[in-house]
């Protein structure tokens, strides 16, 4: 039988749809593009008069294009980035010194987030990872930053803020990750640099 032919006789086999590379290049320039405009001016109607040229300085101060390749990207908060990776985990069971990505424990969960995922160096254990972050007051708290419940001085447990006296954490074995009210008022609130 001719190397050629299809493995079963009958058969034909439709060849794979290729993108053509340069297709996939300009994908995320046109993206790029679209967030931030082309930095020109609106279309001109045809049926007004022509509009005085500003002066120079003016022009100049107006008219500026922006350089796709360098302007800034509207970015997410690294803290919402965090948070929703953290939502992302739901439903993974809890196993003690895990760090993803099937199961975690509560610190475990956190390191996963932001060292795995978000490149951040941050410590594996809870309260190493409360001594690496900034202070933040409850009344500062924000949705993405972490909680850390205490005990004799220590973070004994972690979670992320989700807002509204929420947090997403992988709580104990058994369990796994979710969302749950705060239910107690020993903790503290710390935000990764």
């Known amino acids: 039988?001719?190397?050629?032919?299809?493995?079963?006789?009958?058969?034909?086999?439709?060849?794979?749809?290729?993108?053509?590379?340069?297709?996939?290049?300009?994908?995320?320039?046109?993206?790029?593009?679209?967030?931030?405009?082309?930095?020109?001016?609106?279309?001109?109607?045809?049926?007004?008069?022509?509009?005085?040229a500003p002066a120079p300085s003016a022009k100049a101060a107006t008219n500026k294009a922006v350089d796709v390749a360098t302007a800034p990207i509207a970015t997410v908060p690294r803290r919402l980035q965090a948070l929703r990776i953290a939502a992302a985990q739901r439903g993974k069971p809890y196993r003690w010194g895990a760090a993803g990505p099937y199961a975690f424990d509560c610190s475990g969960l956190i390191y996963y987030v932001y060292r795995t995922k978000l490149h951040v160096a941050l410590p594996r254990t809870a309260n190493a990872q409360r001594l690496k972050t900034v202070r933040v007051a409850k009344s500062n708290i924000l949705a993405g930053d972490l909680v850390f419940f205490m005990r004799g001085g220590r973070a004994y447990h972690v979670g992320v803020y989700a807002g509204s006296g929420k947090v997403w954490h992988s709580p104990r074995p058994g369990q796994r990750v979710q969302l749950s009210k705060l239910w107690t008022s020993a903790w503290v609130a710390g935000r990764v640099r």
């Not at 405009?37 to 001109?44: D, E, L, Q």
């Open 1 to 52: 039988m001719p190397a050629t032919s299809p493995a079963r006789p009958g058969r034909h086999r439709r060849p794979a749809r290729r993108l053509p590379l340069q297709s996939l290049a300009i994908t995320p320039l046109l993206g790029a593009a679209l967030v931030l405009g082309t930095g020109g001016a609106p279309p001109v109607s045809t049926t007004a008069p022509p509009a005085a």
